[in-house]
C-alpha cells in the first residue's frame, strides 16, 4: 500500500490525549481517511482540530459509524462532526441527492444535519484524482518523463466515461437488492462501449427489470457529465457519481503500476498545495468553533 498507515498507532488514547485536548472532533469513515485528513492534509491543524475514526467511538467503520459517532458525541454535550462519501446518500436511499447535479443544492441539503459534512464526490478517494499528482506518481514509480496535462486529462476522462455503466448498474442492483460491481470490475475493458457490453451480456441479458434500471440510472449519471467543457473540467463533474477507487485502479492497471497510490497521491497532493477547497472549508469552519 502507498503509505497509508494503518491507524492503530493514530488511534491510541494516550497519544490522542497527548496531541489533542478540548479542541473539536471530525469524525472519518476509516483509518485511510484518517491519514489522508489528519497525518497528511491538515497535520498543521492539529492544535485546532482532532481527526478520528469513527469506529474509535462505536467500533465499526463507515459512513453509518461517522453519523452514529457523531449523534452519540452530540447527545453527550461533546462538539463533534463528521466526514462522510456522497455514496452514503445510495446506502441510505437517498435519490434525489445521489442524482443532484447541482452542488448549491446538493450541500444545502445536510440530510444528517449541519454537523455532518456530505462530500461533494462520490468518496474520499475521488480527491486522489488529481491529474497532476497522479502524472508525478506514475514518472516517479515508473522512472519516465512526465506526460503533458492534456494527456492526463484525456486518460482521466476516459476512465470516468468507463465507469458510468459500473456506476448505473450498481445503482441498479441497489435498488433491487443485490451487490454491486467491485471497483476493479472495469480494470479489463478500454472503453465505455467494452465495458456497457460486458454489463448489458453477463448481468441484464435474461433480467428485463435490471435492464430498464440500468438505462434509467445510465442517463442520471450521464447528466453529471459536463460536455462541452473541457476534459479536465468534465472529469471533475463525473467525480461526484463515478466511483473514485475505481478510477484510481484503472489508472493503475493501465499504466502497469502495482502498488496502492492513495498515500503517496496524498502527500503529493498537499506538497503541491492542492488540498480540495471544499474539504479546506469544512475544517476551517469546525477548527474556529
Same mark, same amino acid.
Given at each position: 500500500? +502507498?503509505?497509508?498507515?494503518?491507524g ?21 469513515? *476509516? ?7 489528519? !497525518? ?9 482540530? !482532532?481527526?478520528?475514526?469513527?469506529a ?5 467503520? +463507515? ?11 452530540r447527545?453527550? +454535550?461533546?462538539?463533534?462532526w463528521?466526514i462522510?462519501?456522497? =455514496?452514503?446518500?445510495? *446506502?441510505?436511499?437517498l435519490? @434525489? ?5 447541482d452542488?448549491?443544492?446538493?450541500? $444545502? ?9 456530505l ?6 478517494e *475521488?480527491?486522489?484524482?488529481d491529474a497532476?499528482?497522479?502524472e ?11 506526460r ?10 476516459g476512465?470516468c466515461?468507463?465507469?458510468?455503466? @459500473? ?6 442492483r ?8 467491485? =471497483?476493479?470490475? /472495469? ?9 456497457? /457490453?460486458?454489463?448489458?451480456t ?12 440500468? =438505462?434509467?440510472?445510465?442517463?442520471l449519471?450521464d ?30 492497471? /493501465?499504466?502497469?503500476? *502495482?502498488i496502492d497510490?492513495? +498515500?503517496?497521491?496524498?502527500?503529493r497532493?498537499?506538497? $503541491?498545495?492542492?488540498?480540495? =477547497? ?12
Amino acid at each position: 500500500m +502507498g503509505a497509508v498507515k494503518s491507524g492503530e498507532a493514530l488511534g491510541s488514547p494516550d497519544r490522542l490525549l497527548s496531541r489533542y485536548g478540548g479542541v473539536p472532533v471530525i469524525y472519518v469513515e *476509516s483509518a485511510e481517511d484518517l491519514y489522508v485528513f489528519g !497525518e497528511c492534509w491538515f497535520n498543521d491543524q492539529l492544535s485546532r482540530v !482532532e481527526f478520528r475514526p469513527a469506529a474509535s467511538r462505536c467500533g465499526f467503520a +463507515g459512513c453509518c459509524a461517522v453519523i452514529q459517532a457523531v449523534g452519540d458525541e452530540r447527545a453527550a +454535550g461533546n462538539p463533534a462532526w463528521g466526514i462522510v462519501d456522497r =455514496d452514503v446518500a445510495m *446506502s441510505q436511499n437517498l435519490w @434525489h441527492l445521489v442524482h443532484e447535479t447541482d452542488d448549491v443544492r446538493y450541500e $444545502q441539503a445536510k440530510p444528517f444535519g449541519a454537523e455532518v459534512k456530505l462530500l461533494c464526490r462520490w468518496e474520499m478517494e *475521488s480527491y486522489l484524482v488529481d491529474a497532476v499528482a497522479l502524472e508525478q506518481c506514475r514518472a516517479e514509480l515508473l522512472k519516465v518523463q512526465r506526460r503533458a496535462r492534456a494527456d492526463i486529462d484525456q486518460e482521466l476522462l476516459g476512465h470516468c466515461q468507463a465507469l458510468v455503466p @459500473h456506476a448505473a448498474v450498481n445503482a441498479a442492483r441497489h435498488e433491487c437488492r443485490a451487490a454491486g460491481l467491485p =471497483d476493479g470490475y /472495469t480494470d479489463r475493458f478500454p472503453t465505455r462501449n467494452a465495458v456497457d /457490453t460486458e454489463i448489458r451480456t453477463k448481468f441484464l441479458a435474461d433480467k428485463p427489470e435490471v435492464s430498464d434500471l440500468y =438505462d434509467k440510472h445510465t442517463v442520471l449519471v450521464d447528466a453529471f457529465d459536463l460536455a462541452n467543457e473541457a476534459p479536465r473540467i468534465r472529469v471533475g463533474a463525473l467525480l461526484r457519481r463515478v466511483a473514485g477507487k475505481a478510477i484510481l485502479m484503472r489508472f493503475g492497471a /493501465t499504466n502497469k503500476i *502495482s502498488i496502492d497510490l492513495k +498515500g503517496l497521491l496524498a502527500n503529493r497532493i498537499k506538497e $503541491q498545495q492542492r488540498v480540495p =477547497d471544499e474539504i479546506t472549508r469544512f475544517v476551517e469552519q469546525v477548527a474556529g468553533t
